[in-house]
């Protein structure tokens, strides 16, 4: 049975988390310099792949003590918060340093199943031990319900990495990175404090 609040708090939660994060730049350089469409096809991929093996941790860690896996999840949650607020202070000096990166990983003469493959391998790297792989994990531990959280979280990948294809160019051009770190940090925070809320309940 599919709990659409938890599907909608991992959504949430995922998707503030990984829009300033380096994979957001990494499909908006590479649909730029590939075909777009196969650029997010190989990138939803990666997240397909990327986010079940999170879920299967979360689910393995979930038949661990509750107050255990609540009293972890709280502390990645947190610890999410200080990665977020850390790299807020660099993220705008950063950012062209890290399309120059991902530029010179695309490979500019691909077409078809070659754009996919690029895209996935590229992305699939990027996002091994992410944060957003990390609070997946958490999410799955915490509310003991993989497919709810799997369908919230690859979701809101999906959303990010479309957002990038689309729009990604102009949307840096609105807000700075800086503060969407300080937005995915408030946001885990405030996970945190829900789970020690629920802790004491």
Do not use: N
């Not at 919230?152 to 800086?178: D, H, M, P, T």
């Amino acid at each position: 049975m599919i709990d659409l609040l938890v599907v909608a708090l991992a959504f949430g939660a995922i998707f503030v988390v990984e829009l300033p994060d380096k994979t957001f730049i990494a499909t908006l350089v590479m649909s730029t310099k590939m075909r777009p469409l196969f650029v997010w096809l190989g990138v939803a991929l990666a997240f397909f792949v990327q986010t079940g093996v999170a879920v299967g941790l979360g689910t393995a860690a979930s038949f661990l003590p509750d107050r255990l896996v609540s009293t972890v999840a709280a502390l990645m949650f947190l610890i999410g918060a200080v990665i977020l607020f850390r790299a807020a202070r660099t993220a705008d000096t950063d950012e062209g340093a890290q399309e120059d990166e991902y530029a010179a990983k695309a490979d500019t003469g691909a077409q078809g199943f070659r754009v996919v493959a690029t895209s996935f391998l590229v992305l699939f790297a990027a996002e091994w031990g992410d944060l957003s792989q990390l609070l997946t994990i958490s999410l799955v531990a915490k509310y003991d319900d993989p497919v709810s959280v799997f369908l919230g979280a690859w979701g809101a990948l999906l959303a990010v990495s479309g957002l990038a294809v689309v729009v990604g160019r102009l949307l840096l051009q609105r807000v700075r990175l800086s503060v969407l770190h300080y937005v995915g940090a408030a946001v885990c925070v405030f996970m945190a404090a829900l789970t020690v809320w629920e802790m004491t309940r």
